[in-house]
C-alpha cells in the first residue's frame, strides 16, 4: 500500500514534470492540500509528511469545503500549527455562505470563493467587526485584510459556482476596492469532461482573465497575480495553462469515501 508520504511525493513530482513539460519554473506553483473528509490526525499526518519532505513551496496550504468540517479539525490544527514545522495556512475551496462568514473568518486566511458582490460586502464588514472584537489584528489602525480570490465558472457547467466569466472584471474590481479584502487571484474547477481542449480552455479562460485585471491598473488589482486551479485529474493541464496554486485531495489522501 502506497503510503500518504509517498504519495504526496509523487504529487510533487508531478507538479514539478508538468512545470519543466511546459517550460515554467516549478517554484511559481504551490500544492494545496484539499483536506474535505480527512479527520484531523490524517491532515497533521499530511502536514508532518510536508515538513518531512522539506517544506517544498514553503508553508503548507490546507483547504476546506465545508465550514463545518474545518470548525471540527480547527483546533487540532491551530494547535499543532503553534510548532513552526507544521505552521500552515488554511483556505475555504468550497461555497461560503453567509451566515458562516465569522466561523470562516476564525480559520482561514484566505477566501478562495468570492463569487458574487454580495458576499464581498459581508467579508468585508465581517472583517472590520472581528477587528472591534478583537479578534483580529490590527496594524497602522486597520484590521490585516483577509485574502480573496475570484472563483470564475469558466466552464458554463451548471452545477459549478462562480461568477461567469463576462461578470469577472466588474466584480474582481468592486472586491479589489474593499478596504478589509485583499485580491490576490482567481479560482476555478476545471471542466468536467474527457474531452481535452474543453478542459485546457476552461483554465486558459481563467489565466486571461487573471492577465486583463492583474494587468488593469485598477486600484488593489496589481497582487491578483494567484491562478488556483488544477485537481488531481487535471494538474497537469492546468499548469500548462498557468496555474500558480494546484487543489489536490485524492492524489494525496487517496480515494474518499463514498458519502454515506
Ligand atoms: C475536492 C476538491 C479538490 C480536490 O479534488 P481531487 O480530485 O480529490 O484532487 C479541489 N478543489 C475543490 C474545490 C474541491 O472541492
Request: proline share 4%; net charge negative.
Amino acid at each position: 500500500m502506497t503510503s500518504l508520504a509517498e504519495r504526496l511525493r509523487t504529487a510533487h513530482d508531478r507538479v514539478h514534470s508538468a512545470a519543466v513539460a511546459a517550460d515554467r519554473d516549478p517554484h511559481e506553483i504551490r500544492l494545496l492540500l484539499a483536506v474535505k473528509t480527512q479527520p484531523a490526525e490524517r491532515i497533521l499526518q499530511a502536514l508532518r509528511a510536508h515538513a518531512d519532505q522539506g517544506s517544498p513551496g514553503g508553508v503548507a496550504l490546507l483547504g476546506h469545503n465545508k465550514i463545518q468540517e474545518m470548525d471540527a479539525t480547527g483546533p487540532a490544527l491551530s494547535e499543532a500549527g503553534e510548532h513552526p514545522g507544521l505552521a500552515h495556512e488554511m483556505h475555504v475551496i468550497g461555497h461560503l455562505q453567509s451566515n458562516k462568514i465569522n466561523a470562516a473568518l476564525r480559520w482561514a486566511s484566505c477566501i478562495q470563493t468570492l463569487d458574487t458582490t454580495r458576499l464581498a460586502g459581508k467579508l468585508d464588514a465581517a472583517v472590520a467587526r472581528q477587528a472591534e472584537r478583537g479578534d483580529r489584528e490590527v496594524r497602522d489602525d486597520e484590521p490585516i485584510p483577509v485574502e480573496v480570490m475570484v472563483q470564475v465558472n469558466t466552464s458554463g457547467e451548471e452545477s459549478k459556482a462562480g461568477v461567469a466569466p463576462e461578470s469577472a472584471r466588474d466584480l474582481a474590481l468592486a472586491v479589489a476596492a474593499l478596504p478589509h479584502l485583499r485580491l490576490t487571484g482567481f479560482m476555478t474547477i476545471g471542466a468536467n469532461t474527457d474531452d481535452s481542449g474543453a478542459v485546457r480552455a476552461s483554465f486558459d479562460a481563467l489565466t486571461q482573465i487573471r492577465d486583463d485585471i492583474a494587468g488593469s491598473g485598477e486600484l488593489g488589482t496589481e497582487a491578483a497575480r494567484e491562478l488556483s486551479m488544477g485537481m488531481s485529474g487535471d494538474l497537469e493541464t492546468a499548469v500548462a495553462a498557468g496555474a500558480t496554486m494546484v487543489r489536490l485531495g485524492t492524489a494525496v489522501f487517496g480515494a474518499r469515501e463514498p458519502a454515506a
